[in-house]
T-cell receptor
Framework: AQSVTQLGSHVSVSEGALVLLRCNYS??????LFWYVQYPNQGLQLLLK??????LVKGINDFEAEFKKSETSFHLTKPSAHMSDAAEYFC???????????FGAGTTVTVRA | NAGVTQTPKFQVLKTGQSMTLQCAQD?????MYWYRQDPGMGLRLIYY???????DKGEVPNGYNVSRLNKREFSLRLESAAPSQTSVYFC?????????FGPGTRLTVL
C-alpha cells in the first residue's frame, strides 16, 4: 500500500519569502505524485504532477516540485509567497497502473504581510 | 461548462436519517470518485467507479452506498446517518492520472 506523509500541518511565511512544503511517500516502485491546493470553502485544484518524465515539475502560480527517488520525496516550493497563496495544500500519490489517489493530511499555509 | 457539480452544498441530518448526495459531470470522463475530508486526515476515498456500470470500495466504504446512474452521474447514499459521518464530501472525476474535484457538500449529523 502506498502512503504519503506531509511534514508540518501549518506553515507560516512572510510575503515575498520562500514557500517550502514537504512530502514523503512510501512505495515499492516510483508512483505518480501530485500536489493539490484547496482555497477556503472550495474543492481541490491540481497544482502540478509527476508522471515519470522530468523530475523537476513546474505547475501553476510559479509553484514547482522535485521528485527525488533516493529520498522518496516530492517537496513543493515557490520562490516568493503571495497573499493569495494562503490555502491548504495536499500531496497525493497513485500507483502507476491505478488512478486512485492517496492523500496526505494536508499543510495549511498562512502568509504574513 | 460546469465541470463537476454537487448538490446539496450543505445538509444537516439527525442520526438515523438517510440522504443521497448527488454528483454530475459534463467532462465526459469515465472515472468518478467520492471522498470525505476530515480535519488532519486529508481526503479519504469512499467509493469509486472506473466506468459506467461498475463501482468499487475505497478506503472507508462502511455506512455508504453508491450508484453510477450513467456516465454523467454518481450518487452517494447514507442509509442511516451517524455522527461519525459528519464531514465534507467531495466528488471527483478523472481521466488518466488527473482528477477534477467538485465544490463539496458539507454534512453535519446531529
Amino acid at each position: 500500500a502506498q502512503s504519503v506523509t506531509q511534514l508540518g500541518s501549518h506553515v507560516s511565511v512572510s510575503e515575498g519569502a520562500l514557500v517550502l512544503l514537504r512530502c514523503n511517500y512510501s512505495s515499492s516502485v516510483p508512483p505518480y505524485l501530485f500536489w493539490y491546493v484547496q482555497y477556503p470553502n472550495q474543492g481541490l485544484q491540481l497544482l502540478l504532477k509527476y508522471t515519470s518524465a522530468a523530475t523537476l515539475v513546474k505547475g501553476i502560480n510559479d509553484f514547482e516540485a522535485e521528485f527525488k527517488k533516493s529520498e522518496t520525496s516530492f517537496h513543493l516550493t515557490k520562490p516568493s509567497a503571495h497573499m493569495s497563496d494562503a490555502a491548504e495544500y495536499f500531496c497525493a500519490v497513485s500507483p502507476v497502473n491505478d488512478y486512485k489517489l492517496s492523500f496526505g493530511a494536508g499543510t495549511t499555509v498562512t502568509v504574513r504581510a | 461548462n460546469a465541470g463537476v457539480t454537487q448538490t446539496p452544498k450543505f445538509q444537516v441530518l439527525k442520526t438515523g436519517q438517510s440522504m443521497t448526495l448527488q454528483c454530475a459531470q459534463d467532462m465526459n470522463h469515465n472515472s468518478m470518485y467520492w471522498y470525505r475530508q476530515d480535519p488532519g486526515m486529508g481526503l479519504r476515498l469512499i467509493y469509486y467507479s472506473a466506468s459506467e456500470g461498475t463501482t468499487d470500495k475505497g478506503e472507508v466504504p462502511n455506512g455508504y452506498n453508491v450508484s453510477r446512474l450513467n456516465k454523467r452521474e454518481f450518487s452517494l447514499r447514507l442509509e442511516s446517518a451517524a455522527p461519525s459521518q459528519t464531514s465534507v464530501y467531495f466528488c471527483a472525476n478523472g481521466v488518466a492520472n488527473e482528477q477534477f474535484f467538485g465544490p463539496g457538500t458539507r454534512l453535519t449529523v446531529l
